[in-house]
Nanobody, 115 residues
Framework: QVQLVESGGGLVQTGGSLRLSCVGP????????MGWYRQAPGKQRELVAL???????NYADSVKGRFTISRDNAKNTVYLQMNSLKPEDTAVYYC?????????WGQGTQVTVSS
């Protein structure tokens, strides 16, 4: 059973910054695509950012230019640096790993941006 562990969520003011971290399984981390998703109350879970095992990156239009996804394979960790945060960024953020057509999820971490 694959386990992902997220950290870094919290409460910040509009315009503030936060960095999320997710530690994945060492045996398959380097060959897995890693993504960050978020889900706000009453909304569908949406992809925020994705980085493949080959290093290609995609962002949702709503976060492009403000968020940065990166990975450190030596530490089995994927990061999401979030800058210029807005109230609409408020959601539970989930780490996702995809390997061999199988998805694994973290438990989620709450990010709240106050006005």
């Amino acid at each position: 059973q694959v386990q992902l562990v997220e950290s870094g969520g919290g409460l910040v003011q509009t315009g503030g910054s936060l960095r999320l971290s997710c530690v994945g399984p060492g045996s398959i981390f380097s060959i897995s695509a890693m993504g960050w998703y978020r889900q706000a109350p009453g909304k569908q879970r949406e992809l925020v950012a994705l980085i493949t095992s080959g290093g290609s990156i995609n962002y949702a239009d709503s976060v492009k230019g403000r968020f940065t996804i990166s990975r450190d394979n030596a530490k089995n960790t994927v990061y999401l640096q979030m800058n210029s945060l807005k109230p609409e960024d408020t959601a539970v953020y989930y780490c996702n790993s995809n390997w061999n057509k199988k998805n694994f999820w973290g438990q989620g971490t709450q990010v709240t941006v106050s006005s």
